[in-house]
């Protein structure tokens, strides 16, 4: 099993391109999680996935589009880049029922706006 | 406030020796709660839940103290490769939406 994959692992764009970061898993997870890592400041949730069809924000979202294309796969759009999206990224997902809230991260893409 | 507090070190330890964190959360509503381990540049992986009771596994120990509203991790005998940072996380009530620390940084040197 590959677990959680991203792609891609780096990237940089020009102020105001769009690109969309891709997710998928294959432990069958329910739940799936988008989250940003900056210096000083941690994860921060953006959006969330509770299952197949839903879609929540999280903590911080704006700028932000996602869609749960289906059970394995959850994508980030940022569709006007800026440089404060100058971040680190982690997909994670986690099987609501059973396990007591692990969540299993993927290895992350290094994004730089410029 | 924010909403789980950790001091962000680095603690510097020499191998062998036994090292502590703290964390403390704000939400008294908080459920459930959890250590977590990042190599540098690498992903998040869980490292241990935190149960009322506490809890061992090998040389970790975490403790819950609900009533003072923190958690902490000891680690005995230390490690080259315990050299990491390490998240305190926790989940409100309701849905199993993380909230995670900014981390402690433990440098074990030889």
């Known amino acids: 099993n590959a677990g959680v994959t991203q792609t891609p692992k780096f990237q940089v764009l020009k102020t105001g391109q769009s690109m969309t970061l891709q997710c998928a898993q294959d432990?069958?997870?329910?739940?799936m999680y988008w989250y940003r890592q900056d210096p000083g400041m941690g994860l921060r949730l953006i959006y969330y996935s509770a299952s197949e069809g839903t879609t929540d924000k999280g903590e911080v979202p704006n700028g932000y589009n996602v869609s749960r294309l289906n059970k394995r796969e959850f994508s980030l759009r940022l569709e006007s880049a800026a440089p404060s999206q100058t971040s680190v990224y982690f997909c994670?997902?986690?099987?609501?029922?059973?396990?007591?809230?692990?969540?299993?991260f993927g290895p992350g893409t290094r994004l730089t706006v410029t | 406030r924010k909403e789980v507090e950790q001091d962000p070190g680095p603690f510097n330890v020499p191998e062998g020796a036994t090292v502590a964190f703290n964390c403390t959360y704000s939400?008294?509503?908080?459920?459930?709660f959890f250590w977590y381990r990042q190599d540098c540049r690498k992903e998040p992986k869980l490292l241990m839940s935190v149960y009322s009771s506490g809890n061992e596994d090998g040389r970790f120990t975490a403790q819950l103290n609900r009533a003072s509203q923190y958690i902490s991790l000891l680690i005995r005998d230390s490690k080259l490769s315990d050299s990491a940072t390490y998240l305190c996380?926790?989940?409100?009530?309701?849905?199993?939406?993380?909230?995670f620390g900014t981390g402690t940084r433990l440098l074990v040197s030889p």
């Open positions: 996380v926790v989940t409100v009530t309701g849905f199993q939406k993380l909230v």
């Open positions: 432990m069958n997870h329910n739940s």
């Open positions: 994670a997902s986690s099987d609501a029922g059973t396990a007591p809230y692990e969540q299993y």
């Open positions: 939400n008294s509503a908080s459920q459930s």
